[in-house]
């Protein structure tokens, strides 16, 4: 059945990218993007699946047992334009057309170096007969630097600015996992990318895996009532873990729980709250209304100005 | 079961099996993997894992080696081609392309992200040049003295003409929008133009584009049967195979490939081995009928190799 799944996978983005998207790059004169595009469609309709799983699993259980009920979600709609913006790959997108160029100039300059960047397998021969064994290890270091660029995000005000988009959401649901600013969005693509030039990454291989990913983190988003139990709170980042790191008392430095995926890390730094009971009110007490309400343009150039002042100290 | 009836069971097995059956490669580039099929079954038989981004495959010129590039991986993969046993790895720089000169004396490896063309001693592979090239240095061929390397340049319309002695660039020539694959035929290049819908003929000694073969939309790569009758190209967006006359250069067939044909290897029953590149899927097509048959691989299947292998 899984084979049917992936056959028929396969053959709906064949299709999608010889009858629409390469003729497009034929007319429009970009077959030099060719493997590049067809690769982005394959990101882009898993993102979408994506955005269905996590819809199918999270929004029944908000409905079913949230920790808050909300008149109006407004707030919550302009996450979902962060979610599609984010994970069907526009924003990738837009990165690839812009930075192509310069990654090509960097790699070369780096290979004229005489670097040839590794992997992790190259660097633990035995992994590379246990490709799914090796992607476990790269989740643990890449949720590792995950969780130290999120204290640094916390640490320093100019990146607290900018960070403050994500934690300024009131009603918080499973959508707000990509409520990022831009800019914000653009700091974590560099710490990941120069992680991944350390030690090489293979997440787009696993495709599934990534998905199960996304999903946990949209999980800890939700709003939901609920903990993985006095176990699984310390192995999985919790609705009820995360909520607590984004309630108000928690904003700025003061943080807690800064772990993405696994709680592991605030355990062996001192930051973690196990006390399954708190399931606190979200936002940014000293933040703008709309930072919190506004509409996702409204938010960006909040978060722009935001920075400023945290770099010209008149924050 | 009657003896008559056993015995002509035995005799339909026995001349029913084909007496070769050929181990096929083909190089999963979207998922890192390398799938291994049976010609006769037509099953894949193992799929190997690769480190990120295998795209193409070359034989060393002793036929002992099989070199496959994992681009992504900065690796190249030594494998003995009858068993696909990794004999050992070589860390290269992004290894897309890769071509040994007839001379057997280089290795030319073509970096598409790095803009980069390296030149490498085909007996140890050490590094004996890197060049700074145009945008996206795609495929590669050299005349039959090994004189020059022949780069197709991707981003800049051009080919480039590296000369072998001195290792440096000798010439360039603009050939048409995204040039890909590259062959060299009786005294010219040529050149797959990926972004036009036909082959160009380009003359070394002139550097002109002296006519073009139509042969549709997204011409990609082109490859000379193995007793140098015919030559196939691919065109990845009309997806079509067509046989060309290399004499003439005159299409003598076009057979519809749906799904990206790209990448080409001959079997030595005849038949055609091509990746399809955005269906997942290695097409099988008898070019004395156009029967095609397709088997299911990994995600953008790229190069393909056929290594014959005693059956039952």
């Given at each position: 059945?899984?084979?049917?799944?992936?056959?028929?996978?396969?053959?709906?983005?064949?299709?999608?990218?010889?009858?629409?998207?390469?003729?497009?790059?034929?007319?429009?004169?970009?077959?030099?993007?060719?493997?590049?595009?067809?690769?982005?469609?394959?990101?882009?309709?898993?993102?979408?699946?994506?955005?269905?799983?996590?819809?199918?699993?999270?929004?029944?259980?908000?409905?079913?047992?949230?920790?808050?009920?909300?008149?109006?979600?407004?707030?919550?709609?302009?996450?979902?334009?962060?979610?599609?913006?984010?994970?069907?790959?526009?924003?990738?997108?837009?990165?690839?057309?812009?930075?192509?160029?310069?990654?090509?100039?960097?790699?070369?300059?780096?290979?004229?170096?005489?670097?040839?960047?590794?992997?992790?397998?190259?660097?633990?021969?035995?992994?590379?007969?246990?490709?799914?064994?090796?992607?476990?290890?790269?989740?643990?270091?890449?949720?590792?630097?995950?969780?130290?660029?999120?204290?640094?995000?916390?640490?320093?005000?100019?990146?607290?600015?900018?960070?403050?988009?994500?934690?300024?959401?009131?009603?918080?649901?499973?959508?707000?996992?990509?409520?990022?600013?831009?800019?914000?969005?653009?700091?974590?693509?560099?710490?990941?990318?120069?992680?991944?030039?350390?030690?090489?990454?293979?997440?787009?291989?696993?495709?599934?895996?990534?998905?199960?990913?996304?999903?946990?983190?949209?999980?800890?988003?939700?709003?939901?009532?609920?903990?993985?139990?006095?176990?699984?709170?310390?192995?999985?980042?919790?609705?009820?873990?995360?909520?607590?790191?984004?309630?108000?008392?928690?904003?700025?430095?003061?943080?807690?729980?800064?772990?993405?995926?696994?709680?592991?890390?605030?355990?062996?730094?001192?930051?973690?709250?196990?006390?399954?009971?708190?399931?606190?009110?979200?936002?940014?007490?000293?933040?703008?209304?709309?930072?919190?309400?506004?509409?996702?343009?409204?938010?960006?150039?909040?978060?722009?100005?935001?920075?400023?002042?945290?770099?010209?100290?008149?924050? | 079961?009657?003896?008559?009836?056993?015995?002509?069971?035995?005799?339909?097995?026995?001349?029913?099996?084909?007496?070769?059956?050929?181990?096929?490669?083909?190089?999963?580039?979207?998922?890192?993997?390398?799938?291994?099929?049976?010609?006769?079954?037509?099953?894949?038989?193992?799929?190997?894992?690769?480190?990120?981004?295998?795209?193409?495959?070359?034989?060393?010129?002793?036929?002992?080696?099989?070199?496959?590039?994992?681009?992504?991986?900065?690796?190249?993969?030594?494998?003995?081609?009858?068993?696909?046993?990794?004999?050992?790895?070589?860390?290269?720089?992004?290894?897309?392309?890769?071509?040994?000169?007839?001379?057997?004396?280089?290795?030319?490896?073509?970096?598409?992200?790095?803009?980069?063309?390296?030149?490498?001693?085909?007996?140890?592979?050490?590094?004996?040049?890197?060049?700074?090239?145009?945008?996206?240095?795609?495929?590669?061929?050299?005349?039959?003295?090994?004189?020059?390397?022949?780069?197709?340049?991707?981003?800049?319309?051009?080919?480039?003409?590296?000369?072998?002695?001195?290792?440096?660039?000798?010439?360039?020539?603009?050939?048409?929008?995204?040039?890909?694959?590259?062959?060299?035929?009786?005294?010219?290049?040529?050149?797959?133009?990926?972004?036009?819908?036909?082959?160009?003929?380009?003359?070394?000694?002139?550097?002109?584009?002296?006519?073009?073969?139509?042969?549709?939309?997204?011409?990609?790569?082109?490859?000379?049967?193995?007793?140098?009758?015919?030559?196939?190209?691919?065109?990845?967006?009309?997806?079509?195979?067509?046989?060309?006359?290399?004499?003439?250069?005159?299409?003598?067939?076009?057979?519809?490939?749906?799904?990206?044909?790209?990448?080409?290897?001959?079997?030595?029953?005849?038949?055609?081995?091509?990746?399809?590149?955005?269906?997942?899927?290695?097409?099988?097509?008898?070019?004395?009928?156009g029967d095609l048959e397709t088997i299911r691989v990994g995600r953008s299947p790229h190069g393909v190799f056929v290594q014959p292998v005693r059956g039952e």
């Amino acid at each position: 059945m899984i084979d049917g799944i992936f056959s028929a996978y396969g053959d709906f983005i064949g299709w999608l990218y010889t009858a629409g998207l390469q003729p497009m790059l034929y007319a429009l004169g970009m077959m030099d993007y060719a493997d590049d595009l067809y690769r982005w469609l394959d990101f882009a309709v898993f993102g979408l699946i994506g955005i269905i799983v996590s819809w199918v699993v999270c929004r029944p259980l908000e409905a079913a047992n949230p920790v808050e009920r909300w008149e109006n979600r407004d707030p919550v709609h302009t996450d979902i334009i962060y979610t599609v913006l984010s994970r069907v790959g526009v924003f990738p997108l837009l990165a690839f057309v812009l930075l192509n160029g310069a990654q090509s100039w960097l790699e070369g300059t780096i290979a004229n170096t005489g670097f040839v960047a590794p992997t992790l397998e190259s660097l633990v021969p035995p992994l590379r007969d246990h490709p799914l064994l090796a992607l476990a290890c790269y989740v643990v270091i890449l949720d590792f630097g995950e969780y130290w660029r999120h204290r640094f995000q916390h640490r320093f005000g100019w990146w607290w600015a900018l960070h403050s988009v994500h934690h300024a959401q009131t009603q918080m649901t499973f959508w707000t996992d990509d409520r990022n600013h831009i800019l914000d969005d653009v700091l974590a693509a560099l710490w990941f990318g120069a992680l991944a030039l350390l030690i090489g990454v293979p997440l787009g291989q696993f495709p599934v895996i990534l998905l199960i990913l996304r999903l946990a983190e949209s999980m800890s988003h939700a709003n939901i009532r609920m903990s993985y139990g006095s176990v699984g709170e310390r192995l999985v980042v919790s609705p009820r873990f995360h909520r607590l790191h984004h309630g108000l008392l928690s904003a700025g430095q003061t943080g807690k729980n800064y772990g993405v995926l696994l709680p592991v890390w605030d355990w062996m730094f001192g930051t973690a709250d196990f006390d399954r009971r708190v399931y606190p009110p979200t936002g940014v007490p000293d933040g703008p209304e709309g930072l919190a309400t506004g509409s996702w343009f409204r938010q960006q150039v909040l978060g722009v100005r935001r920075l400023a002042q945290a770099l010209t100290g008149r924050g | 079961m009657s003896f008559p009836r056993a015995l002509l069971l035995v005799m339909l097995a026995l001349f029913a099996s084909p007496a070769w059956a050929n181990l096929i490669y083909v190089l999963n580039s979207g998922d890192a993997t390398i799938s291994l099929i049976d010609s006769v079954t037509r099953a894949e038989i193992r799929r190997i894992p690769a480190l990120r981004e295998p795209h193409h495959l070359t034989l060393t010129p002793d036929g002992r080696d099989l070199l496959i590039a994992d681009s992504g991986g900065n690796e190249l993969y030594v494998m003995d081609p009858a068993n696909a046993e990794v004999r050992r790895r070589v860390r290269v720089s992004n290894p897309y392309h890769l071509a040994y000169s007839p001379d057997g004396k280089y290795l030319v490896v073509a970096s598409l992200r790095r803009d980069q063309v390296d030149i490498y001693d085909a007996r140890d592979l050490s590094l004996l040049q890197r060049l700074r090239v145009g945008d996206k240095p795609s495929h590669i061929a050299f005349d039959p003295e090994s004189r020059f390397a022949y780069v197709t340049l991707q981003g800049v319309r051009s080919v480039m003409a590296i000369d072998m002695a001195t290792r440096q660039p000798a010439w360039q020539a603009e050939v048409g929008r995204e040039p890909a694959g590259i062959t060299w035929n009786r005294g010219r290049l040529l050149v797959g133009v990926m972004g036009e819908s036909h082959f160009a003929v380009l003359n070394p000694e002139t550097r002109q584009v002296e006519r073009q073969i139509p042969t549709g939309r997204g011409a990609h790569t082109i490859f000379p049967s193995p007793d140098g009758s015919v030559l196939y190209g691919t065109s990845r967006v009309d997806s079509r195979i067509i046989a060309i006359n290399p004499e003439t250069l005159e299409i003598t067939r076009s057979y519809e490939v749906p799904g990206g044909p790209d990448c080409i290897a001959f079997d030595p029953e005849g038949r055609i081995w091509v990746s399809l590149r955005w269906v997942q899927r290695v097409g099988i097509l008898d070019p004395r009928n156009g029967d095609l048959e397709t088997i299911r691989v990994g995600r953008s299947p790229h190069g393909v190799f056929v290594q014959p292998v005693r059956g039952e």
